[in-house]
């Protein structure tokens, strides 16, 4: 059974970072794309950064230049690096397993989710 365990999330003032991580079980990930989903407050979540089997990158508007979405195979452990935080940027942080063997762009490309992590950003 896959399982996805999420955490760095936290609270912090606009202009700062946090590193989140998602540690996977169950599975690897080779051949398998990542990514990492947001939801603000009565919002639908919306994909802010993925990866690719091949390491390939996707990013929202938003994120390029301040986000950066790294993997450690021998770890298991995805991670999203977040810099120049912005109150806009405030969520619960999904992080998800895809089916698909390319980059993962829909929600229909992946099959497993974590619980979430909160992550606050204050102006």
């Known amino acids: 059974q896959v399982q996805l365990v999420e955490s760095g999330g936290g609270s912090v003032q606009a202009g700062g970072s946090l590193t989140l991580s998602c540690a996977a079980s169950?599975?690897?990930?080779?051949?398998?794309?990542m990514g990492w989903y947001r939801q603000a407050q009565g919002n639908e979540c919306h994909l802010v950064a993925s990866?690719?089997?091949?390491?390939?990158?996707h990013y929202e508007d938003a994120a390029k230049g301040r986000f950066t979405l790294s993997q450690d195979n021998a770890k298991n452990t995805v991670y999203l690096q977040m810099s120049s935080l912005e109150p806009e940027d405030t969520g619960l942080y999904y992080c998800?397993?895809?089916?698909?063997?390319?980059?993962?762009?829909?929600?229909?490309?992946?099959?497993?989710w974590g619980q979430g992590t909160q992550v606050t950003v204050s102006s």
């Open positions: 998800a397993a895809a089916r698909v063997c390319f980059l993962p762009l829909t929600n229909s490309d992946y099959a497993f």
């Open positions: 169950g599975t690897t990930f080779d051949g398998r794309g």
């Open positions: 990866i690719g089997p091949d390491g390939s990158t």
